[in-house]
């Protein structure tokens, strides 16, 4: 079964790192680019970057230049997001997703169950 | 940045209704785009992509359409398990931006 499976729900302190990672199974990691999405309660969909494990090239939204960060380890296969200087403002739900294609992208064919993150003092 | 705006941002239709929302982009796109379906505490689902391709297992009373800057996903026949919110979102360039979401509820 295709599938993403993401790391648990997540409790910090403004001004704190997050790092959630996002592991596949039932394809090959490095056979497809993987993105990050999150989603403020109620709020719609934000796309947050992107990322190839074969070739390591990222891309991602401006507005979280300088404290966002996309890796992967081919080794275990799994993907990382981390978030620096957190506020209340990043309280969401964080999703990782892949291509449909390789290629192509053609949208997000399978998502994780989301990683709920919540921001309080 | 590309800006995806979709319309309405609610619809109240019943079931059986055909049911249409618009999705318009600031700039051409050509035909990268997908529709995605997200119910209440749920990822979202794909639907369509490059615009009018159905995602396997998708009914196919979901149908997308268009070209450029506009674009229109249709549901045939609404049915109960299509009241959710529907999101548009273009992958012709970086940031792969979304559309604000429309949310389809019963009349």
């Known amino acids: 079964q295709v599938q993403l499976v993401q790391s648990g729900t997540e409790v910090k302190r403004p001004g704190a790192s997050l790092k959630v990672s996002c592991k596949p199974s039932?394809?090959?990691?490095?056979?497809?680019?993987y993105t990050w999405v999150r989603q403020a309660p109620g709020q719609g969909l934000e796309w947050m970057g992107w990322?190839?494990?074969?070739?390591?090239?990222?891309h991602h939204a401006q507005k979280l230049q300088g404290r966002f960060t996309m890796t992967t380890d081919r080794a275990t296969s799994t993907a990382y997001m981390e978030l620096s200087s957190l506020t209340s403002d990043d309280t969401a739900v964080y999703y990782c997703?892949?291509?449909?294609?390789?290629?192509?992208?053609?949208?997000?064919?399978?998502w994780g169950q989301g990683t709920l993150v919540t921001v309080s003092s | 940045d590309i800006q995806m705006t979709q319309s309405p941002s609610t619809l109240s239709a019943s079931v059986g209704d055909r049911v249409t929302i618009t999705c318009r982009a600031s700039q051409s796109i050509s035909n990268c785009l997908a529709w995605y379906q997200q119910k209440p505490g749920k990822a979202p689902k794909l639907l369509i992509y490059?615009?009018?391709s159905l995602e396997s297992g998708v009914p196919p009373r979901f149908s997308g359409s268009g070209s450029g800057t506009e674009f229109t996903l249709t549901i045939s026949s609404l049915q109960p398990d299509d009241f959710a919110i529907y999101y548009c979102q273009q992958y012709r360039t970086y940031p792969r931006t979304f559309g604000q979401g429309t949310k389809v509820e019963i009349k």
């Open positions: 039932g394809f090959t990691f490095t056979s497809f680019a």
């Open positions: 490059k615009a009018s």
């Open positions: 997703a892949k291509d449909r294609d390789p290629m192509a992208g053609d949208g997000f064919d399978t």
């Open positions: 990322i190839s494990p074969n070739s390591g090239v990222t």
